[in-house]
């Protein structure tokens, strides 16, 4: 079948039409994929950013039919239309029976089992799921089943980028309504964080971005006002009376940015960390200052959401005007120009691609 490939970091994708997919085993399924979402996390994972094996089949926003199951799996059956989750819930550990379920540690982290080849060597899937290619396997908790209407490319982009930017809001932060927030990074992430500050009723929201072009559609996704990073100050004293923000979150994962958001709130206030960054860049704060500001600081992974629901309550949320998904995707391209949909992220170009397989 055909797929994209890296084989090392920071040499282009390879389009391949030669891999090779193992059947499922007990507990697994096969998806044939419809489509992708391309996440600035295929980005990080294509330039080591977030470390993984090489050789790899990126992509992990993905959505579509399954053709096969393996023995023991009740659900999902064959022809059942799906949402690929990157942290599958194992249901029984201390975080899912916890109600942490995005923290459960029995997936592709702790228990890679290599599903593709080429040339008969293995090839590992980007956080369990490969979703570059036309078909992946994975386990059956991997792949939550969705009603058959929702078009293939609103669900691609629930599986990742709309769970983690309004979970983290909703779920993280629980923010309430009339707290303000601001966000740091409007990418396809921040822009949910943006939705998810709407619904929660949140006011005002500053939406914060290096790019004219991103903060330009910001206030189409919620954002009541816009600044530069270097405008935050003059926000602070405009909007909070120079208090700080009741929740900064930060969408961008660098160490400035995580201390811009840190800065930005208030004291006694929430700063979330959403953008994924790397192990190795470290943020400074002083001992003192987390002492007397008692400010909250949290990482959000993955919304802090149980997929089981979750899916499906964005998608109801969608269904009824709530969320705007259609606006996220910015383009849809094939397979071979996921390298050009790279470079376009990271002008500011594009919200979301989406593959259309």
Not at 66 to 75: P, Q
Not at 76 to 83: A, E, R, T, W
Not at 140 to 149: C, R, S
Not at 172 to 201: D, F, H, K, M, Y
Request: proline share 7%.
């Amino acid at each position: 079948m055909r797929g994209l490939v890296l084989r090392e970091i920071g040499v282009p994708l390879e389009l391949s039409d030669g891999l090779e997919l193992t059947p499922p085993g007990p507990g697994e399924v096969r998806v044939r994929l419809r489509a992708v979402g391309v996440c600035h996390s295929d980005l990080s994972l294509c330039n080591g950013t977030l470390p993984q094996p090489t050789p790899l089949v990126p992509g992990h926003e993905g959505a579509g039919e399954v053709v096969a199951v393996g023995e023991g799996v009740i659900r999902p059956q064959v022809g059942d239309h799906v949402v690929l989750s990157w942290i599958p819930p194992c249901g029984s550990c201390f975080f899912c029976l916890g109600g942490q379920p995005n923290l459960c540690p029995y997936n592709w982290q702790t228990n890679p089992r290599p599903v593709l080849s080429l040339e008969g060597e293995p090839v590992n899937s980007a956080l369990g799921t490969g979703a570059f290619a036309e078909e992946t396997v994975v386990p059956a908790a991997a792949a939550v089943p969705i009603p058959v209407d929702v078009p293939f490319e609103i669900a691609a982009l629930v599986g990742c980028g709309v769970l983690t930017g309004v979970g983290a809001v909703l779920n993280t932060a629980r923010v309430r309504p009339g707290e303000s927030v601001v966000v740091i990074g409007c990418g396809g992430v921040g822009v949910n964080v943006l939705q998810g500050a709407r619904l929660a009723g949140a006011t005002p929201i500053l939406a914060v971005d290096q790019l004219p072009g991103k903060l330009a559609g910001a206030t189409g996704f919620g954002a009541t006002h816009t600044a530069t990073p270097d405008q935050i100050p003059e926000a602070i004293a405009e909007l909070t009376g120079g208090l700080g923000f009741d929740n900064a979150f930060e969408v961008v994962g660098r160490s400035a940015t995580i201390r811009q958001a840190w800065d930005a709130t208030r004291r006694g206030g929430t700063t979330v960390v959403v953008g994924a960054g790397s192990l190795t860049d470290e943020v400074r704060f002083s001992a003192g200052e987390l002492f007397l500001s008692e400010k909250r600081l949290l990482g959000s992974l993955y919304g802090s959401a149980d997929v089981r629901t979750d899916f499906a309550r964005m998608l109801r949320l969608w269904q009824g005007g709530r969320l705007d998904l259609e606006k996220l995707i910015s383009r849809t391209i094939a397979l071979d120009e996921v390298g050009e949909a790279f470079a376009a992220m990271e002008r500011g170009e594009v919200i979301r691609s989406v593959i259309n397989l």
